[in-house]
């Protein structure tokens, strides 16, 4: 129960925080429908998920994979790494190597996969349960969570990965 009450008190303030300063910057502005918050509990059955939503806040940086900058497959490389899960550097690689899912099956700690500009996927970001992930969306911008109920992430929307 303390542990529980712990992560609540570490997480709500940066997941609050992060869901008000989500987005990336080609996307359409945050409608004014309040998100939804991820669920701690699921989070924390991954820990490669629950490595990620700790990151909230961490600057973007293109080719970062450190606390000091992610971009979107150096977040899932270095929760992962930490995690103890071996997953490749690029988020080309790391969507040819991960395991489908479809989108109804996806689970807290899973890839989810976007098209961005013309390659096949271009994004990725860590899913969290109740419809959000977590992701380095681009520079100026931090790791934060973000809807995958937003128009524009559904329409660029490619598919789903698991890693074990």
């Not at 409608?31 to 820990?47: A, C, E, F, G, V």
């Not at 969570?145 to 074990?164: I, K």
Request: glycine share 8%; with cysteine; net charge positive.
């Amino acid at each position: 129960m303390n542990s529980t009450r712990q992560m609540l008190h570490i997480l709500f303030p940066a997941v609050l925080i992060s869901l008000l300063l989500s987005g990336c910057s080609s996307a359409p502005p945050a409608s004014t429908r309040k998100p939804d918050t991820p669920d701690i509990t699921k989070l924390r059955q991954h820990p490669g998920a629950s490595i990620a939503a700790n990151l909230v806040g961490a600057p973007y940086r293109y080719g970062g994979s450190s606390p000091r900058g992610f971009d979107c497959s150096g977040l899932v490389y270095y929760a992962f790494r930490q995690a103890g899960i071996r997953v490749p550097r690029s988020t080309r690689s790391q969507y040819r190597h991960a395991l489908r899912v479809t989108r109804s099956q996806l689970q807290p700690g899973d890839l989810v996969f976007f098209k961005l500009d013309r390659h096949e996927v271009s994004h990725v970001g860590i899913y969290a349960g109740n419809d959000l992930f977590i992701h380095a969306p681009s520079r100026g911008k931090q790791v934060s969570f973000t809807s995958m109920n937003e128009p524009f992430w559904q329409d660029h929307y490619v598919a789903a990965g698991r890693y074990y």
